[in-house]
């Protein structure tokens, strides 16, 4: 059974949040009031972005839509500076992940020594064109030559809320952001989506298909601006007419292209992860990956991670009947906030946001998906029955099941240090590999 500090922070937790709720639902927000949206509330503790790496991982925000508050938070992890990898033996993949000693020994071995002399010469020389850090240590990211930077994968990140409440610059959602960034290896998208009630469906799902779209224009600038060439030449030297012009549209696109993701991001390896409601949002955002196919190039979406998903539906599971009154997020509360998200003429339980089941739609082409689900939970049951429905048409579909777990176990601020939360993030690490390590570089399971 949960801690009794859980069950007090429980109680706590379902008093305030059930006010905020009941306290909307009496006094509705006028949607065409607050077109722009809010993506974060005022008694939120955000944590500021930090584009020093400082604890191994860098942050930025960006806001990406002059017509919404749409942002992003991009997390880049201190491996991305490291240069290409050539091929590895499994074992060394596997004690690189799991033993902190060696991920502390290649990051030491690019700082310079108390002498000034860096302390692996052949890899430092390898970095100079990355132009990458000031004198204050913030990483700009800029690389003129990009083929010598480590390419990650990027992984879309949508936090939890229950369509209402959350931040992707959260305290919390930093933390678990920055933890999934070192452990996976990849670069994490937090996505800054609208919240109800001013914002109610299908804000949050368009949202998060934007910041997918926007991942491929990214990439396709990038890529263009690389194919100019900088054209550079010493000083005092003439240019031709076609070097002036590559200058000039390199210019324009450097001025365009988000610099982190150019040098670092490999969007043939897109994974998506979702917490709780934004699990929901994952889910609508690879059906819609699917559905673009070529379109979307050279954003490939190789698999998501669902953990706890906000799913609902009109006919009750066993677990929805047992525990409707479970921690933190208890039925009666949760369709509170459904009624907040939907608009009023199309409430249903079996709305396609809430029951993935319930559509008409082909499962066979969705990517590989895990499943996070806890104990304790009245969403378990639903969450189980979709990861069946996926492995019934012979999607890689794997459910992690945590004993005496809660929903957002793993993610909500104080349990955020517990063993159970790191050991989650460490299982997610360790599936998400399979997908997007290189062939040849997998991890054995």
């Given amino acids: 059974m949960p801690s009794v500090a859980v069950k007090l922070y429980s109680v706590f937790f379902k008093f305030l949040l059930k006010q905020r709720l009941q306290s909307w639902i009496q006094d509705p927000i006028n949607e065409s009031s607050n077109p722009y949206g809010v993506t974060t509330r005022p008694e939120e503790s955000v944590s500021a972005p930090n584009p020093c790496f400082t604890d191994g991982v860098a942050t930025k925000d960006i806001h990406i839509d002059p017509f919404t508050a749409l942002c ?25 992940l799991l033993d902190p000693n060696s991920i502390n020994r290649r990051r030491n071995s690019y700082a310079p020594s108390d002498t000034g002399t860096p302390r692996n010469d052949s890899r430092r020389s390898s970095l100079d064109g ?23 994968p990027i992984m879309l990140q949508f936090h939890g809320g229950g369509w209402v409440s959350g931040s992707n610059e959260s305290v919390a959602n930093d933390f678990f952001c920055r933890r999934i960034a070192k452990l996976c290896d990849v670069i994490v998208v937090a996505v800054g989506y609208r919240l109800a009630p001013e914002n109610k469906y299908p804000a949050a799902f368009d949202d998060g298909l934007k910041v997918l779209n926007w991942l491929g224009k990214q990439a396709n600038l990038a890529e263009c601006c690389k194919s100019m060439g900088s054209g550079a030449r010493g000083v005092g030297a003439e240019f031709t007419k076609a070097e002036v012009q590559r200058h000039i549209v390199d210019a324009f696109g450097a001025s365009m292209v988000e610099p982190w993701l150019a040098a670092h991001g490999d969007p043939s390896r897109c994974v998506l992860l ?7 949002i994952a889910d609508y955002v690879a059906c819609k990956a699917i559905e673009a196919g070529k379109r979307l190039d050279p954003i490939k979406v190789v698999a998501q991670v669902l953990m706890y998903p906000f799913f609902i539906g009109s006919i009750p599971t066993k677990s929805e009947t047992r525990l409707a009154n479970s921690y933190f997020y208890d039925m009666p509360m949760c ?19 809430g029951n993935p089941l319930i559509l008409d739609r082909s499962l066979k082409r969705m990517p ?20 069946e429905a996926l492995r019934n048409v012979n999607v890689d579909a794997p459910v992690l099941e945590y004993k005496d777990a809660v929903h957002e176990f793993a993610t909500l601020d104080m349990l955020l240090k517990t063993p159970q939360a790191q050991a989650c993030a460490e299982d997610i690490a360790i599936w998400v590999k399979k997908y997007i390590s290189f062939r040849g570089n997998e991890l054995s399971y």
């Fill in 274 to 280: 979702g917490v709780s409601c934004g699990a929901n």
């Fill in 130 to 152: 990355l132009n990458s850090r000031s004198d204050n240590n913030v990483y700009r990211g800029y690389s003129p030559q990009p083929q010598k930077c480590r390419k990650l």
């Fill in 72 to 96: 992003i938070r991009i997390f880049l992890p201190e491996s991305s500076l490291s240069p290409p990898e050539q091929s590895h033996p499994k074992s060394h993949l596997r004690s690189s």
């Fill in 335 to 353: 369709l509170l906030a459904w009624k907040l998200f939907l608009p009023v003429e199309k409430f249903s339980l079996d709305h396609p946001a």
């Fill in 368 to 387: 590989p998906t895990l499943t996070i689900v806890a104990e304790h939970d009245w969403m378990r049951d639903r969450a189980i029955a979709y990861s």
